[in-house]
């Protein structure tokens, strides 16, 4: 099956500095590739995604890039801000008819 | 936010016991989700439901059951059988299975703790 991989899983990064986490993911058929934001005690609400006819999609602080050939999508966040601390999961989905699955989480903590 | 609701917020469960726990959508979705999180732990499918009256097995469905009789409803019940049942429950909704559904939708998530 789908084999999903999130790096680091740890992130701690001084307030105004960028934020880079990275998703591998095995299945060559994914074709959709989304990141989820995880508050402490709230729900997973998606942030951003990107599908596999586009290479990288920016909004506003965050952007996704994407490398089809190297199998991995990555979360970037300039400029971070104490409300960016959070929990994030990327969630690439294999083909159609696959289903979608979380990597492990990176918890990001902004320093002030 | 909204659209989804999860009840109760924080569910006990004695030893043998089996409950219930609560998941709508007002949102027209035909796919329902359910996952559970561990302290630390990414989210692990249980069940999923492409349309009402199916529903299929994820990775860790053994101690748990749903149903899906009505399209806002799929409710998860955690039975006696699951001998480690204390976790956060997250439900989750999309407009459909597959290409037009990816985005997930989560419920506020229902915190399961054992006597």
Not at chain 2, 26 to 53: C, E, K, T
Not at chain 2, 59 to 88: C, M
Request: aromatic share 10%; glycine share 8%.
């Amino acid at each position: 099956g789908e084999n999903v991989e999130q790096h680091p899983s740890t992130l701690s990064v001084q307030e105004g500095d960028s934020a880079v986490i990275k998703c591998t993911y095995s299945d060559s058929a994914s074709n959709y590739f989304p990141w989820y934001k995880q508050e402490l005690g709230k729900r997973p609400q998606l942030i951003i995604d990107i599908r596999s006819n586009v290479g990288e999609k920016k909004d506003q602080r965050i952007a996704v890039t994407l490398n089809k050939t190297a199998k991995h999508f990555s979360l970037h966040i300039t400029e971070t801000q104490p409300e960016d601390s959070a929990v994030y999961f990327c969630a690439p989905r294999g083909g159609s008819a696959s289903k979608i699955i979380f990597g492990s989480g990176t918890r990001l903590s902004i320093r002030p | 936010d909204g659209g989804i609701t999860q009840s109760p917020k924080y569910l006990f469960r004695k030893e043998g016991q089996n409950v219930t726990l609560s998941c709508e959508q007002n949102l027209n979705h035909d796919a329902m989700y359910w996952y559970r999180q561990d302290p630390g732990q990414g989210l692990r499918l249980i069940y999923y439901s492409q349309i009402v009256n199916d529903f299929q097995k994820g990775d860790i469905a053994e101690g748990y059951s749903v149903s899906r009789e009505k399209k806002e409803s799929f409710p998860l019940t955690v039975t006696s059988a699951q001998k480690n049942p204390t976790a956060f429950y997250l439900c989750a909704s999309s407009m459909a299975w597959g290409a037009m559904g990816e985005t997930q939708y989560f419920g506020p998530g229902t915190r399961l703790l054992v006597l």
